[in-house]
């Protein structure tokens, strides 16, 4: 059974910093595409940032593009988002999810719903 869970949320002044942190148990198929995504309330989920599952072929969401870096250790069981220059828009929950599939496809920056497997969610805050 595939667990994600995911830490380093909390509350930051804007222009500062926060890196997540999401592990992986389980496994998820042999080749995955793993990534960030986040929920305001009153607004539709957003995909932030993917990585494959070979810790290549990063994909960001124009809004965060130079500001935040995807990584995924050589393992695979733990994915990162360093997060710099933080604005207040930037707040929500962000979760980490995976899709078993070889390429982590552009559509995916707009689409998420295939993506199957979940963590809970943490919280980030960013005050102006």
């Known amino acids: 059974q595939v667990q994600l869970t995911e830490s380093g949320g909390g509350s930051v002044e804007a222009g500062g910093s926060l890196r997540l942190s999401c592990t992986v148990s389980?496994?998820?198929?042999?080749?995955?595409?793993i990534g960030w995504f986040r929920q305001t309330p009153g607004k539709q989920r957003e995909t932030v940032a993917l990585?494959?599952?070979?810790?290549?072929?990063?994909e960001y969401q124009e809004s965060v593009k130079g500001r935040f870096t995807i990584s995924l250790d050589s393992t695979g069981k733990s994915l990162y988002l360093q997060m710099n220059r933080l604005k207040p828009e930037d707040s929500g929950t962000y979760y980490c999810?995976?899709?078993?599939?070889?390429?982590?496809?552009?559509?995916?920056?707009?689409?998420?719903?295939?993506?199957?497997?979940w963590g809970q969610g943490t919280r980030v805050a960013v005050s102006s």
């Open positions: 389980g496994h998820i198929a042999a080749w995955y595409c």
């Open positions: 990585i494959r599952d070979e810790g290549i072929g990063e």
């Open positions: 999810a995976a899709v078993g599939e070889q390429v982590c496809w552009t559509s995916y920056l707009e689409d998420a719903s295939e993506f199957t497997h």
